[in-house]
């Protein structure tokens, strides 16, 4: 059975730190592309960041600079290292595996930004 689940979500106040993670299980972590992506109340959910299995990585030009994502192929692992936040990066983060036709989501995680 396939699993992802994220965690370390929370409130935090401008200009402050985060780091996600999701732990996936069910599938072969390590030839997967892994991605986060969040949705805003009333928005469209967006590419934040992703890493390819070779570990190539991209983001979203609001946060480069910014936030940082990494794996762990021997913990099953991605994370998302996220500083500077302001408050319009509040959303639902969620993390997804990509490999040719095969897609999977996980559950989200509520990161807010406020004073």
């Known amino acids: 059975q396939v699993q992802l689940v994220e965690s370390g979500g929370g409130l935090v106040q401008p200009g402050g730190s985060l780091r996600l993670a999701c732990a996936a299980s069910?599938?072969?972590?390590?030839?997967?592309?892994m991605g986060w992506h969040r949705q805003a109340p009333g928005k469209k959910r967006e590419l934040v960041a992703a890493?390819?299995?070779?570990?190539?990585?991209r983001y979203a030009d609001s946060v480069k600079g910014r936030f940082t994502i990494s794996r762990d192929n021997a913990k099953n692992t991605v994370y998302l290292q996220m500083n500077s936040l302001q408050p319009e990066d509040t959303a639902v983060y969620y993390c997804?595996?990509?490999?040719?036709?095969?897609?999977?989501w996980g559950q989200g995680t509520q990161v807010s930004v406020s004073s």
């Open positions: 997804k595996a990509m490999f040719t036709t095969y897609e999977y």
């Open positions: 890493i390819s299995s070779g570990g190539n990585t």
């Open positions: 069910g599938f072969m972590f390590s030839i997967y592309g």
